[in-house]
């Protein structure tokens, strides 16, 4: 009993030693191949503890962060005891070889301090897609260094072995690009190559400032087939999640070399469907832009004319990669109402190109756009027709009084007569109601569009309508402060919607 008791005392004390408040420092790989990323891990054992700020490691950024925490229970003394653990992990993306320092833990008031731990670059004479692993994780420019307002393509590969048994299926959260615009191309690919499924996404990037930007990289977690565990019948089951995490990519982003509206080579078409119209009839002016490089945050200027309502639609910018270049394409159009005729005025736009070192200007060209059959105001046609003398004092006829004699004369009426007439008046009501049932209805409420469909071949009919068409055409491009009185609108659209 006595060797007994001794036993439990040194197991206890084993258990206090191993539960100690304490923190230890860990790494996922002491050797790395430059553009891989490390993880370091501080583990402490305590209650609340008290992490560093680390920003970065030897210079290098910290790329992500994050934290976990887990419990044990232990029965010692009579009691039950529990223990805390924190993991703090962080990830960088090392350049050359460096020692990570000691870092300070503060834990109930006690401090702690890590072991260094050296790291080391090597050369990596592996694949793009490595035999053996059951899946990789890439990402890659088409250009490290671009201007700023030029674009460039990011490709992230997801690379997993055709044998591998996916049971949970795959989580995946992208990389992010400080310092530029992403737009997520939505063209995903895939395909094999060797023993491999390959996917891909591509990233358009568009340059805002200058400097030296690092993309944080993209992680996925893989829920493999379990094939320790069987069930009853001998058939694989539960989960394996593996972890991946992509490279890291530095970008550097210069100064235009001459100022411009756009980068990249474009060309311009602009088209005007009328140079002569009615009084109050659109023309409209459609532009198109399109090329090699990014037309994302590209906005054409909106036109301001006297005397003239000009209307215009949400731009719509498309791009795909094609040949292994950006290709977008920017169209908008305009529509342009008046009484009196006008001119659109020519616009001009500088592109520079960085692969010929050459400006170039798109022009839209200007347009005089004539007016015929001018409105004419109901005060201005008073002339008299010709012929016809207008006279300052009109010349009064008296009419000739006529004096008609109302003769009576009296017969008597059969008594089939008025059967005939009562049975007439009775299918006549009928007939009537009948014919109400077949009369075409009007629509009880008009939405703004099928209203202003109904409207709009009617402006030059009257000012009201004009006007209503153009509050219309305001609300339908997005003034939300302009009010439409759906009485008077449903008024109006009545009249020339059953024409």
């Given at each position: 009993m006595l060797n007994l008791g001794k036993?439990?005392?040194?197991?206890?004390?084993?258990?206090?030693?191993?539960?100690?408040?304490?923190?230890?420092?860990?790494?996922?790989?002491?050797?790395?191949?430059?553009?891989?990323?490390?993880?370091?891990?501080?583990?402490?054992?305590?209650?609340?503890?008290?992490?560093?700020?680390?920003?970065?490691?030897?210079g290098n950024p910290i790329a992500g962060s994050q934290t976990g925490t887990s419990s044990s229970y232990i029965y010692a003394n009579s009691r039950l005891e529990s223990r805390h653990t924190t993991m703090l992990t962080l990830t960088f993306f090392p350049q050359k070889d460096l020692t990570i320092p000691s870092y300070e833990v503060e834990i109930g008031g006690q401090k702690y301090q890590t072991d260094p731990i050296e790291i080391k670059l090597v050369t990596s004479n592996a694949s793009v897609v490595p035999n053996g692993e059951l899946?990789?994780?890439?990402?890659?420019?088409?250009?490290?260094?671009?201007?700023?307002?030029?674009?460039?393509?990011?490709?992230?590969?997801?690379?997993?072995?055709?044998?591998?048994?996916?049971?949970?299926?795959?989580?995946?959260?992208?990389?992010?690009?400080?310092?530029?615009?992403?737009?997520?191309?939505?063209?995903?690919?895939?395909?094999?190559?060797g023993n491999y499924q390959i996917e891909e996404l591509h990233y358009m990037l568009s340059a805002q400032s200058e400097g030296n930007f690092t993309a944080n990289p993209a992680y996925v977690k893989v829920g493999l087939l379990d094939r320790s565990r069987r069930d009853v019948f001998g058939m694989f089951f539960g989960t394996v999640w593996k972890e991946?995490?992509?490279?890291?990519?530095?970008?550097?982003?210069?100064?235009?070399?001459?100022k411009s509206d756009l980068v990249g080579d474009f060309k311009l078409d602009a088209m005007l469907d009328s140079k002569e119209v009615k009084a109050n009839q659109p023309v409209n002016l459609t532009i198109k832009i399109e090329g090699d490089g990014n037309l994302q945050g590209f906005e054409f200027p909106q036109y301001e004319i006297d005397g003239v309502t000009v209307y215009s639609d949400e731009a719509k910018i498309e791009s795909k990669v094609i040949d292994g270049k950006l290709?977008?394409?920017?169209?908008?159009?305009?529509?342009?109402?008046?009484?009196?005729?006008?001119?659109?005025?020519?616009?001009?736009?500088?592109?520079?190109?960085?692969?010929?070192?050459?400006?170039?200007?798109?022009?839209?060209?200007?347009?005089?756009?004539?007016?015929?059959?001018?409105?004419?105001?109901?005060?201005?046609?008073?002339?008299?027709?010709?012929?016809?003398?207008?006279?300052?004092?009109?010349?009064?006829?008296?009419?000739?009084?006529?004096?008609?004699?109302?003769?009576?004369?009296e017969r008597s009426v059969a008594w089939w007569m008025l059967a005939v007439s009562f049975v007439l008046g009775v299918v006549s009501v009928f007939v009537l109601k009948w014919l109400w049932h077949l009369?075409?209805?009007?629509?009880?409420?008009y939405s703004e569009a099928e209203a202003l469909k109904i409207l709009y071949p009617h402006i030059s009919e009257s000012s009201e309508v004009d006007e209503m068409v153009r509050q219309l055409y305001a609300r339908k491009n997005g003034d939300t402060s302009i009010k439409i009185d759906k009485k008077v609108l449903k008024e109006m659209v009545d009249r020339f919607s059953l024409r």
């Open positions: 036993f439990l005392g040194m197991i206890v004390l084993i258990f206090q030693v191993i539960w100690a408040d304490g923190v230890k420092a860990t790494v996922s790989n002491s050797e790395v191949v430059k553009g891989n990323p490390v993880q370091f891990q501080i583990e402490a054992t305590g209650d609340d503890p008290k992490f560093p700020n680390i920003q970065n490691i030897d899946f990789t994780l890439e990402i890659k420019a088409d250009k490290p260094k671009v201007m700023v307002g030029e674009s460039l393509i990011v490709t992230l590969s997801f690379a997993l072995r055709s044998d591998a048994k996916i049971s949970q299926g795959v989580e995946f959260r992208p990389p992010t690009f400080p310092g530029f615009m992403v737009t997520d191309m939505q063209d995903k690919r895939s395909y094999r190559k991946g995490v992509s490279n890291a990519l530095n970008f550097e982003v210069v100064s235009q070399e001459k290709h977008s394409t920017y169209s908008k159009s305009f529509a342009f109402i008046a009484e009196e005729e006008f001119t659109i005025p020519e616009r001009y736009f500088s592109v520079w190109n960085p692969e010929n070192k050459t400006m170039q200007t798109l022009e839209v060209p200007e347009y005089h756009v004539k007016i015929t059959n001018k409105s004419l105001s109901p005060a201005a046609n008073t002339e008299a027709p010709k012929g016809i003398v207008q006279t300052e004092t009109a010349l009064s006829i008296a009419p000739k009084e006529t004096i008609v004699e109302n003769k009576v004369e009369k075409p209805t009007r629509k009880s409420f």
